[in-house]
Nanobody, 125 residues
Framework: QVQLVESGGGLVQAGGSLRLSCAAS????????MAWFRQAPGKEREFVAA???????????SYADSVKGRFTISRENAKNTVVLQMNSLKPEDTAVYYC???????????????WGQGTQVTVSS
């Protein structure tokens, strides 16, 4: 099973930027999705962004409404890495961010079979 390692979390002031990376232990072929979820203290895990590769249809991205226009998900094929660029950060973006990978074209957390260990993002006001 593919293993995922996140990096890039930290502390930033409101309005600042952070770049999260998720490195997969092996390259994935066929239809797959890689996504970022987050979980704030006392709250349920929520979807943030996904990059979905569909055989024959190309690549599409999906974002939670709360991050649209501020966050961008992309991939670096040569490095089996997915990147989440986070701009204009807000205190409410504070959470542990998790990378996930799965073989279905979905944004549902339960459909993802591989998860990283999480990286803390803290945005101060």
């Amino acid at each position: 099973q593919v293993q995922l390692v996140e990096s890039g979390g930290g502390l930033v002031q409101a309005g600042g930027s952070l770049r999260l990376s998720c490195a997969a232990s092996e390259r994935t072929f066929g239809t797959y999705a890689m996504a970022w979820f987050r979980q704030a203290p006392g709250k349920e895990r929520e979807f943030v962004a996904a990059l979905i590769v569909l055989i024959g249809s190309g690549v599409r991205t999906s974002y939670a409404d709360s991050v649209k226009g501020r966050f961008t998900i992309s991939r670096e094929n040569a490095k089996n890495t997915v990147v989440l660029q986070m701009n204009s950060l807000k205190p409410e973006d504070t959470a542990v961010y998790y990378c996930a990978a799965g073989s279905r074209a979905t944004t549902e957390a339960k459909e993802f079979s591989a998860w990283g260990q999480g990286t803390q993002v803290t945005v101060s006001s």
